[in-house]
């Protein structure tokens, strides 16, 4: 009896001990957790991260070309600088924007040289899907072209400016733009922005919608060259163009010209809403048709009255020769505000 009560109190006591072990681990598991890593949430399938998109960094490139190189781009985003140089390369840098490759459209048959390439940018990585934009993005985007480079750009809101290069064609959705050393023709469009051309050659066709035109020290690189400029909303500012073609349109802004009334030559200004004002040189000689509606007309230089036309309405007219005569035309229309011609 006395061994039987011992052995029960051994193995009481070993199972005392064990069950104490066993509350001790149970409690440890639920008071302090095993820590998850930290990539994955409690309750959730971790999932592996996509691709990264290399979007913002430096990118350079070079291509050897001809020196009649036609060099063409659009581009989403950035300010664009295209400076000319006496070199037969073309060479970009897009500053913390997409990578951009050269693709070569046409090669010269004499020399075997790129007569014209695209700018054309790159996929972020292999791996992406659909179809890729072309058009290049950065903070800036610096181009140095030949001398005799022609430039094609199209661009959504990108401030372009363009220097020292042989023609230009600049189309963009908004932003400035200002040419300047512009040998052999200038095409510009903004829808919103100011549009400036100074020290440049060749014919020109300028359009804006919301901004202002100002063009100085320009003239034609070949007999016949025209000079158009038109803006829906904005003034329209000419000074010192040696054009003969001139026609100059603003819907709503007031039209100024500044320069020379040439033999043989063609000058048309017109406003809807604003007014024409014109500074000429005091032999300035040819005929002169105005019209305008509520406002005036006057001219500091002398011309003789040939018709004037007084209707009921706010319409009137004049026709009347400048000078002596002479074949150059001169067309002055506003249907709400002044017109004045003031001596140089």
């Not at 919608?209 to 025209?226: H, M, Q, R, Y």
């Not at 009347?320 to 074949?327: C, K, N, V």
């Amino acid at each position: 009896m006395f061994f039987r009560s011992r052995k029960l109190t051994i193995v009481s006591a070993i199972a005392a001990i064990t069950m104490a072990a066993a509350g001790a681990v149970f409690a440890q598991s639920t008071s302090a957790p095993m820590p998850l890593p930290p990539t994955v949430e409690r309750g959730r399938v971790p999932r592996v991260a996509p691709p990264v998109r290399i979007w913002n960094e430096d990118h350079e490139r070079a291509i050897k070309t001809d020196a009649n190189i036609n060099l063409s781009l659009c581009v989403l985003q950035g300010d664009v600088k295209v400076n000319g140089w006496n070199r037969n390369e073309v060479r970009i840098l897009v500053t913390n924007g997409r990578n951009f490759t050269f693709k070569v459209q046409q090669k010269s048959a004499r020399s075997g040289d790129p007569v014209w390439i695209m700018a054309v940018a790159e996929a972020a990585n292999k791996e992406q899907a659909g179809p890729i934009s072309e058009c290049l993005r950065g903070d800036e985007i610096e181009i140095d072209a030949p001398v005799n480079a022609t430039f094609n750009l199209k661009g959504q809101e990108v401030n372009t400016v363009v220097d020292g290069i042989r023609r230009v064609s600049v189309k963009n959705a908004g932003g400035d733009i200002s040419v300047r050393n512009i040998s052999d023709g200038v095409t510009a469009a903004t829808y919103r922005g100011d549009l400036t051309v100074e020290q440049s050659k060749g014919a020109m066709v300028l359009e804006n919608t919301a901004g202002n035109i100002l063009v100085f020290d320009a003239g034609p690189s070949e007999i016949g060259d025209i000079f158009k400029a038109k803006t829906t909303s904005g003034a329209i500012s000419v000074q010192k163009i040696g054009h003969r073609q001139i026609e100059v349109n603003s819907i709503s802004g007031t039209v100024a010209y500044n320069g020379d009334i040439l033999s043989g030559g063609s000058y048309s200004f017109w406003t809807s809403n604003g007014s024409i004002k014109l500074s000429l040189p005091a032999n300035s000689s040819g005929m002169l048709t105005a019209s305008y509606g509520y406002g005036s007309f006057n001219s500091e230089l002398p011309f003789k009255l040939n018709t004037e036309t007084v209707t009921p309405g706010p319409v009137k007219s004049i026709i009347a020769t400048m000078g002596s005569g002479g074949d150059a035309t001169l067309k002055l229309t506003t249907n709400n505000g002044s017109i004045s011609i003031k001596k140089q």
